[in-house]
């Protein structure tokens, strides 16, 4: 097959793409992004793309302790955090469980309704508090109880040592960068084009693009279907202010890649630090870089779309363009954004290849599988 690739924007890789800064530091144009999965599959595909570095992702969270004084803690909690903050000498598996066990308030009708009694039902009232209840309001601009409970059932509860904040058993990033993964997969091949700073719809309707037998496409949902007078679904997007450091001292701004800070104080999520990264080039990893680039992040409705806001109500009308899409000849809906749900890289991924299984072998379109909102294959 001959496939012809249209991006609105003026590179390839979609929000995956990075590149050098002016010193010579890779960074991401769209906030960092970390590969990790626990498909076999999906790594033995990307790993034709690009050599591969093992790189344990660890995140660090500056959140206040008992008395209001702030401490840097793992994120996700772990016995360490616990330790920290609330003056506790938790040093087993069991003792973490049994604080846990104390901590967890069961939701007044016995199933979660929402997102702070899902919260509260994993983590108790002291790291919902701390951790994830601002954390939330500034990630979504909801509180978690005007959230789905699915949303919080995820909460990582830890009762280990251990401070990655993945568990996948492949965690990795590309050595010389996401963009080189695109550049190797689409360039070299003679049977792929692509076009640039070409909006799809608009080239539709003047007539510019070739006749073709399958459309995939990747963007909104709503925004395909927008002629039908449809209210808009729900985003979240990221705002990032990018800061360069003159030579800080050690030759970093903060002790790791990312450091979360969940609390109302200031209007960021996070700061990223690309230095910290291994697959930095040669100059910056020896040091001669003396430098270093952070980047803030601000959850914001305003700009590129990124994440799907999970509720009722944007449920119920992600079901009305799921059913027009059913019935759509000739068009895969494949990715985050036409699936508005929150898939990581490796499900995305995932769900491209099965959604080619499946157009292979039957003709269809669908996914082989289901994938919930921010969980793995079913």
């Known amino acids: 097959m001959t496939s012809l690739i249209v991006d609105k924007r003026d590179h390839i890789g979609g929000n995956c793409y990075d590149y050098l800064d002016s010193h010579g530091i890779r960074c991401s144009k769209y906030g960092a ?26 995140v660090r969270g500056l959140v206040p302790d008992k008395d209001g ?36 308030i069961k939701p007044p009708t016995g199933e979660p309704q929402n997102g702070e009694e899902a919260a509260l039902s994993r983590v108790g009232p002291l790291l919902y508090d701390r951790v994830f209840k601002h954390y939330t309001k500034k990630q979504w601009d909801k509180y978690p109880e005007e959230l789905d409970a699915s949303v919080l059932l995820r909460l990582p ?24 993964i695109f550049e190797n997969m689409l360039l070299n091949d003679p049977n792929v084009a692509i076009r640039l700073n070409v909006d799809f719809f608009d080239a539709r309707e003047k007539g510019l693009l070739p006749k073709y037998k399958l459309l995939v496409y990747t963007g909104q949902i709503d925004t395909y279907y927008a002629a039908m007078g449809m209210p808009k679904l729900e985003y979240r997007s990221l705002r990032f202010e990018e800061e ?14 990312v450091v979360n800070h969940p609390w109302h104080d200031v209007p960021f999520t996070r700061i990223v630090e690309y230095k910290h990264m291994p697959i930095q080039p040669t100059a910056v990893r ?45 068009v895969a809906f494949v990715g985050r954004l036409a699936s508005y749900k929150y898939f990581n890289m490796d499900q995305a991924i995932l769900n491209a290849l099965e959604m080619f299984d499946n157009l292979k072998e039957t003709g269809k379109l669908e996914p082989k599988r289901s994938f919930g909102p921010g969980d793995g294959p079913k």
Not at 157 to 171: I, K, L, N, S, V
Not at 246 to 253: C, K, R
């Open 244 to 257: 360069y450091v003159e030579e800080p001292e050690g030759g970093f701004f903060q002790e790791a890649m």
């Open 69 to 104: 004084t702030k401490r840097l803690v793992p994120i996700p909690p772990t016995q360490a955090t616990v330790n920290e903050l609330f003056s506790e000498n938790i040093d087993s598996e069991e003792k973490m469980q049994a604080w846990y066990d104390a901590q967890r």
């Open 157 to 180: 509860c830890r009762t280990t040592t251990d401070d990655r904040y993945f568990g996948d058993p492949w965690q990795a990033l590309p050595l010389r960068g996401y963009t080189r």
């Open 33 to 58: 992004h970390l590969f990790h999965t626990q498909y076999e599959r999906v790594w033995e595909y990307v790993k034709q793309f690009s050599e591969w570095v093992p790189f344990d992702h660890r």
């Open 286 to 330: 020896d040091g001669k870089v003396k430098g270093t680039l952070i980047a803030r992040e601000y959850s914001s409705a305003d700009v590129e779309p990124y994440y799907p806001v999970p509720n009722p109500s944007n449920r119920a009308l992600y079901e009305r363009y799921a059913e027009l899409a059913a019935k759509e000849e000739g």
